[in-house]
């Protein structure tokens, strides 16, 4: 005689809720035969469809294109799982772009972390071109949600009224007369962190490092490039990684 299990036992073997298998059942997915008291029963047969069930939907397959391709032929299957494999790429691609920008964050808090330990450390700039950047124009907007760090601001050092420049970093191959920066050799650019306070107007301390430099050295251009938000000292703030021309 062969095996015979109840649900729950079943539940235990498989380690899925007997909740999970009874919403299979509604669905089609599976027919237990009744027992002689009326309970649901699970031969081999019923365990098999379980176990193919378990790995479809640990693959990503919806319920509903289970069932579907329980009626497809051999070339139907084959095309669904091509269909399936597609998605689960496209997912993958997703999930990939993700795990960058987060690994790309956590690395912009190291450089938070080493900036405050180390400032004024000699730097090249890693992009070669800004353009001012106004948030009505669309294809620049969509730059800068993509990845926030591309943002930068624009200064004259040797323009003490403090008036910037907002930009974003263009690609290297960007023309037009709203570049307003290009990275040339032989310049030297020293590095420092910029805080600034969200929520009392972007109250920032850009010039008082600004100052510090000019004590030893002249100074032309900064350019400050957003790195992240976070809470300091009970206080919404931004940090930006600033990039001091001197000579």
Not at 46 to 73: H, N
Not at 181 to 209: A, C, K, P
Not at 228 to 241: C, G, M, N, P, Y
């Amino acid at each position: 005689m062969e095996d015979i299990f109840s649900i729950g036992e079943v539940s235990g073997l498989l380690e899925v809720p007997a909740a999970t298998i009874r919403f299979w059942e509604q669905e089609g997915l599976i027919s237990p035969c009744k027992g002689a008291n009326r309970y649901r029963a699970y031969g081999p047969r019923e365990l098999a469809e379980i176990a193919d069930v378990i790995f479809l939907r640990s693959s990503g397959v919806p319920v509903k294109k289970i069932l579907q391709l329980r009626r497809f032929d051999l070339e139907q299957y084959q095309g669904g799982l091509r269909q399936m494999e597609e998605h689960m790429q496209r997912h993958l691609d997703t999930c990939q772009r993700i795990c960058g920008q987060i690994q790309k964050q956590m690395a912009n808090t190291q450089e938070v972390l080493r900036l405050q330990r180390e400032p004024y450390q000699p730097e090249e700039v890693p992009f070669e071109k800004i353009a001012r950047f106004d948030f009505h124009e669309q294809e620049k907007l969509r730059r800068y949600s993509s990845d926030p760090t591309l943002y930068v601001r624009y200064f004259d050092t040797r323009d003490m009224s403090g008036t910037e420049t907002r930009c974003i970093v263009m690609p290297p191959e960007a023309s037009g007369p709203d570049l307003c920066w290009e990275r040339s050799t032989g310049g030297t650019f020293l590095t420092f962190l910029i805080r600034e306070q969200v929520d009392r107007d972007y109250h920032s301390d850009v010039w008082e490092s600004v100052k510090e430099v000019q004590k030893r050295r002249r100074t032309g251009i900064l350019l400050a490039q957003y790195l992240l938000t976070a809470v300091e000292q009970d206080e919404r703030t931004d940090f930006l990684k600033g990039y001091i021309q001197v000579c």
